[in-house]
T-cell receptor
Framework: DVKVTQSSRYLVKRTGEKVFLECVQD?????MFWYRQDPGLGLRLIYF???????EKGDIPEGYSVSREKKERFSLILESASTNQTSMYLC????????????????FGNGTRLTVT | QQPVQSPQAVILREGEDAVINCSSS?????VHWYRQKHGEAPVFLMI?????EQKGHEKISASFNEKKQQSSLYLTASQLSYSGTYFC??????????????FGTGTRLTVIP
């Protein structure tokens, strides 16, 4: 079974702090993703990575950055946390797509609920 | 380009049936369904690849109508374990470089005894 592990289930940070959210997967997946989940808005893509050191912006990248130095680890960074970044953050991974037309299933972590005060 | 799900929420008694719809304004070639139980990670249920195709998972099945650009998830004889939020996902445009999904806003399903 694929395991996607997020380092913290709950985090409380102060406005202006630099915040690191860590995600590790154990299945040698090429693709990794960070989503934000808010009530009524569903899952919105922040950033994704299709290989080590490669990253692409998603739909809501403002205020966030990412790092992928190793294949199994994908970090989301809030450079200066703000209250509007209070949310549930979900990491996901899947195998590389190559030339496949249909996206293969995503494997999600349990999420990190971040509160910025 | 985010797909639209309906209803937003539904409450069922055990044994009742429900339908969740997912509509897109763009042409679809596949639809993905996920379920997220409270406090847990979203879990993949199924992918529908062809128009009219139906797939099943437990007593949950789905259909995909390419012409109407929509998919429906059918929960038959619901069980307490079906409670959770259901998301549909539709592929982004191929030229976006993402080969990724847009997720709908979710449908919260609650099954009561």
């Amino acid at each position: 079974d694929v395991k996607v592990t997020q380092s913290s289930r709950y985090l409380v940070k102060r406005t202006g702090e630099k915040v690191f959210l860590e995600c590790v997967q154990d299945m040698d997946h090429e693709n990794m993703f960070w989503y934000r989940q808010d009530p009524g808005l569903g899952l919105r893509l922040i950033y994704f990575s299709y290989d080590v050191k490669m990253k692409e912006k998603g739909d809501i990248p403002e205020g966030y950055s990412v790092s992928r130095e190793k294949k199994e680890r994908f970090s989301l960074i809030l450079e200066s946390a703000s209250t509007n970044q209070t949310s549930m953050y979900l990491c996901a991974s899947r195998p590389g797509q190559g030339f496949l037309l249909v996206p293969s299933p995503l494997h999600f972590g349990n999420g990190t609920r971040l509160t910025v005060t | 380009q985010q797909p639209v799900q309906s209803p937003q929420a539904v409450i069922l008694r055990e044994g009742e049936d429900a339908v969740i719809n997912c509509s897109s304004s763009k042409a679809l070639y596949s639809v993905h369904w996920y379920r997220q139980k409270h406090g847990e990670a979203p879990v993949f249920l199924m992918i529908l690849l062809k128009g009219g195709e139906q797939k099943g998972h437990e007593k949950i099945s789905a259909s995909f109508n390419e012409k109407k650009q929509q998919s429906s998830l059918y929960l038959t004889a619901s069980q307490l374990s079906y409670s959770g939020t259901y998301f549909c996902g539709t592929p982004r445009p191929l030229n976006s470089g993402a080969n990724n999904l847009f997720f709908g806003t979710g449908t919260r399903l609650t099954v009561i005894p």
